[in-house]
């Protein structure tokens, strides 16, 4: 049986007081709200994740980190390995986005190394994939989904694959306010799933969290989650304010 997920991307906002006030909002919603339909996640900025996950606590929240390097160790000033998110009590990792594809050049081949490196260290890796406007529009956008899960993942085994989450987005209803359709939505997971079952086989596929992304608020939550394939959401804009995160949470 597959989680549901709705996963925060903080991307890059708020101090670190700030960003430990608003877990500390998100935790005590979460443990408010009682039983839930879904694994609530915060991805957080480096700097935030040890104090992040001191706030955390016991609480039943998970921790991801938006991205890491890939090589383990040594002379890449600047950059974060997978086993220093994982020593911080981080459990997942957020892989691909196309923020990270798009201004810092991250390319297939990097981010193969990244997820190797990520499922070695102990993390889950939450996989981005998603295509522009104009490949929407040109018609090559189901082309460009498959290559990007293909090129960075297709060498996993069916036993690694089980601890990868992938997100939809997306890219033109990222920040945008444009949010795909629930229909545009499930077409893609639909096919998201199919390539999984060519790849991995059908219970692999049918395990899998596959997440949307792009503009998700409460509003549109409960449509897009109602999708059989739409298991969650990958939450940028809507995961900085805890009532409006919760509202996506409490969408299931
Ligand atoms: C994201 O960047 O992962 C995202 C989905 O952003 P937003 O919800 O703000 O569109």
Redesign the pocket.
């Known amino acids: 049986m597959r989680k549901n997920i709705v996963a925060g991307?903080w991307?890059m906002n708020t101090t670190v007081p700030e960003g430990v006030q608003l877990a500390k909002d998100v935790c005590e919603a979460v443990a408010a709200a009682g039983e839930l339909k879904c694994d609530v996640i915060m991805?957080v900025p480096f700097t935030h994740l040890t104090a992040v996950c001191e706030t955390i606590g016991t609480a039943n929240v998970g921790l991801a980190a938006q991205n890491c390097a890939d090589h383990t160790s040594g002379a890449y000033t600047g950059e974060v390995s997978a086993p220093m998110v994982a020593s911080t009590g981080a459990g997942y990792v957020?892989l691909g986005?196309?923020?990270r594809r798009g201004y810092y050049n991250e390319t297939a081949e990097m981010l193969k190394e990244k997820v190797d490196l990520a499922l070695a260290n102990g993390l889950k890796v939450i996989f981005?994939c998603g295509e522009s406007l104009e490949e929407r529009e040109n018609g090559t956008f189901k082309d460009v989904i498959a290559a990007e899960i293909r090129d960075s993942l297709f060498h996993l085994s069916a036993e690694q694959f089980k601890e990868i989450v992938i997100?939809y987005?997306p890219i033109w209803?990222?920040?945008?306010?444009k949010?795909a359709t629930s229909d545009q939505a499930q077409e893609i997971h639909a096919f998201i799933r199919g390539l999984l079952t060519e790849q991995f086989g059908a219970q692999v596929a049918d395990d899998t969290t596959i997440l949307?992304?792009?503009?998700?608020?409460p509003s549109n939550a409960p449509e897009l989650f109602a999708k059989p394939d739409i298991d969650g959401?990958?939450?940028?804009?809507?995961?900085l304010k805890a009532a409006d995160f919760m509202g996506i949470v409490t969408a299931f």
């Open positions: 991307n991307k991805g957020i986005h196309s923020e981005c997100a987005e209803a990222i920040g945008t306010g949010t949307y992304g792009g503009s998700c608020k959401g990958l939450i940028g804009g809507a995961s």
